[in-house]
């Protein structure tokens, strides 16, 4: 059984707007570091932001300013509210979960999520 689940992917014009979710079944999200990660047809995969138990944030430098993660502890849920969307942000994006040790280690993933931009 998948721990982690994304929804909220599709297919948007250049310039708009997704909102993903990701819904953790287990019973310790309020402990884990939350991110997201995406990964490209033909590329590695890259981290995109990451959210800890107290709402602190970092975000990779190519969505700053586009991209906004945020956490419900009530609702177990990490989302991913993305603006200005781009070609160059075509993707399956991937919900982690895990701790943070001088570097974030990613031990939960989700299954990801399609996100399609059009021109």
């Known amino acids: 059984q998948v721990q982690l689940v994304e929804s909220g992917g599709g297919l948007v014009q250049a310039g708009g707007s997704l909102r993903l979710s990701c819904v953790d079944s287990g019973s310790n999200f309020n402990h884990l570091v939350m991110g997201w990660y995406r990964q490209a047809p033909g590329k590695d995969r890259e981290f995109v932001a990451k959210?800890?138990?107290?709402?602190?944030?970092d975000y990779a430098d190519f969505v700053k300013g586009r991209f906004t993660i945020s956490r419900g502890n009530a609702k177990n849920t990490v989302y991913l509210q993305m603006n200005s969307l781009k070609p160059d942000d075509v993707s399956v994006y991937y919900c982690?979960?895990?701790?943070?040790?001088?570097?974030?280690?990613?031990?939960?993933w989700g299954r990801g999520t399609q996100v399609t931009v059009s021109t």
């Open positions: 982690t979960g895990g701790y943070y040790k001088k570097t974030y280690h990613a031990a939960l």
């Open positions: 959210i800890t138990p107290d709402s602190s944030i």
